[in-house]
C-alpha cells in the first residue's frame, strides 16, 4: 500500500535551536518527493521538491535529504524562528498524472 | 500575480442543504484538485481534473462531485451536507512539475 508515514506528530523547540523531522515512505514508484508548510489557516506551501537522484536541497535554513535506498527523507531545520511554528508535510509523487500522495504532517512549534 | 482563489471562506450550513464551493486559479494550470483537511488523518483527495471535460473520483470522493467546464474553474458540490462533511478544504492546482499551489482553504460546518 502507498503510504507516508511522519515522525514525531508533534514537536515543540526553543527559539535558536535546530530540529529534524522524519519522513518514511512505501510509495512505489518514485517520482519525486515535496516538503510543504502549512501555517495556521492556511494553504501548504512548497518548500524543497527532490528526484530519485537527489540527495540534499536546501532552502535557506530548510535543509530536505532523501535516501532512496532506505525510502526516507528528513527535514532539518537551522535556528529556528517562531515563524517556523507550522505543520510540515511530507509529499511524495508516482509521476505519470498520478495523485500524491500525503503524510499527516508533523506539527512543530518553537517558543521563546 | 497568478493565484488560486477560493470562496467562500467560511459556510455554515444545514445537514441536507446542497452546497457549493469555489476554487477559481488563473495559472492556466491543466490539474486542478480538492482535498479536505482533519484532525488525525490530514489531507485527503475528493476529487481531480486533469483537464476540461475530465474528473476523476479520490480517496473520499463520496458525497461529493465536480465539473470542469473550463481551465480556471473547478466547483466541489456537496449534494446533500452531512455533518460528516464539516471540515477544512482546499483547493490546488499542479504545474508541470507536480508542484501543488494550495488555496487558502474554505472552512465548512454542517449543522
Known amino acids: 500500500k502507498n503510504q507516508v508515514e511522519q515522525s514525531p506528530q508533534s514537536l515543540i523547540i526553543l527559539e535558536g535551536k535546530n530540529c529534524t523531522l522524519q519522513?518514511?515512505?512505501?510509495?512505489?514508484?518514485?517520482?519525486?518527493l515535496r516538503w510543504y508548510k502549512q501555517d495556521t489557516g492556511r494553504g501548504p506551501v512548497s518548500l524543497t521538491i527532490?528526484?530519485?537522484?537527489?540527495n540534499t536541497k536546501s532552502n535557506g535554513r530548510y535543509t530536505a535529504t532523501l535516501d532512496a535506498d532506505t525510502k526516507q527523507s528528513s527535514l532539518h531545520i537551522t535556528a529556528s524562528q517562531l515563524s517556523d511554528s507550522a505543520s510540515y508535510i511530507c509529499?511524495?509523487?508516482?509521476?505519470?498524472?498520478?495523485?500524491?500522495?500525503f503524510g499527516k504532517g508533523t506539527r512543530l512549534s518553537v517558543i521563546a | 500575480d497568478a493565484e488560486i482563489t477560493q470562496s467562500p471562506r467560511h459556510k455554515i450550513t444545514e445537514t441536507g442543504r446542497q452546497v457549493t464551493l469555489a476554487c477559481h486559479q488563473t495559472?492556466?494550470?491543466?490539474?486542478m484538485f480538492w482535498y479536505r483537511q482533519d484532525l488525525g488523518h490530514g489531507l485527503r483527495l475528493i476529487h481531480y481534473s486533469y483537464g476540461v471535460q475530465d474528473t476523476n473520483k479520490g480517496e473520499v470522493s463520496d458525497g461529493y462531485s465536480v465539473s470542469r467546464s473550463n481551465t480556471e474553474d473547478l466547483p466541489l458540490t456537496l449534494e446533500s451536507a452531512a455533518s460528516s462533511q464539516t471540515s477544512v478544504y482546499f483547493c490546488?492546482?499542479?504545474?508541470?512539475?507536480?508542484?501543488?499551489?494550495f488555496g487558502p482553504g474554505t472552512r465548512l460546518t454542517v449543522l
Open positions: 527532490m528526484t530519485f537522484s537527489e
Open positions: 509529499v511524495v509523487t508516482k509521476g505519470g498524472n498520478t495523485p500524491l500522495v
Open positions: 490546488a492546482s499542479s504545474d508541470p512539475r507536480d508542484t501543488q499551489y
Open positions: 519522513c518514511n515512505y512505501t510509495v512505489s514508484p518514485f517520482s519525486n
Open positions: 495559472w492556466n494550470h491543466n490539474n
